[in-house]
């Protein structure tokens, strides 16, 4: 099943309402609520059932850049976690709504990748943007998966 422009404009709709939705979990019920919350949106959208995920996140270094499990994920949105003590926890950062843009997106059969700019904007207004590119392959029953997933910094020359 070929992927289309329209099915990456919702997987990035997809990818933004989670992030809300893990801030929203954390505002209303603490830690516990966000990784359930979290934990969800991972085995929804994600594709570490396909194997490894390539991910990098923005806020990642050393010897845990790179986070090829759900568990290195889930530390990175949610925070809290003694197997990563440096994340702060991207997603609960009380995020209200995204915006997509895109750069470019590229489409092969059942696998696309995309390129752009992903706006974060928080309870008080201010917004963070990050540099995504995300890599999305279609599983056995047709869901489109994120199996690449890397994150940056905007360069400030």
């Not at 929804?44 to 490894?52: E, K």
């Not at 197997?83 to 009380?94: K, L, Q, S, T, V």
Request: aromatic share 12%; proline share 4%; charged share 20%.
């Amino acid at each position: 099943m070929t992927i289309t422009q329209d099915d990456i404009r919702k997987a990035l709709k997809t990818w933004g309402d989670g992030k809300v939705a893990i801030s929203r979990a954390y505002a209303e019920g603490g830690i516990e609520a966000a990784r359930k919350v979290a934990s969800a949106n991972i085995d929804a959208y994600y594709g570490y059932d396909l194997g490894p995920v390539l991910f990098k996140p923005t806020m990642a270094g050393g010897d845990q850049t790179f986070r090829p499990t759900k568990a290195g994920a889930l530390a990175y949105f949610c925070g809290h976690s003694q197997e990563y003590p440096n994340d702060n926890g991207f997603a609960i950062m009380g995020w209200v709504s995204t915006e997509s843009i895109t750069s470019a997106s590229f489409i092969q059969g059942d696998v696309a990748m995309w390129m752009g700019w992903i706006k974060l904007t928080n309870r008080d207004g201010s917004v963070t943007t990050v540099d995504k590119s995300f890599g999305y392959r279609r599983d056995r029953m047709g869901a489109l998966r994120i199996v690449l997933h890397h994150s940056s910094l905007p360069y400030q020359p």
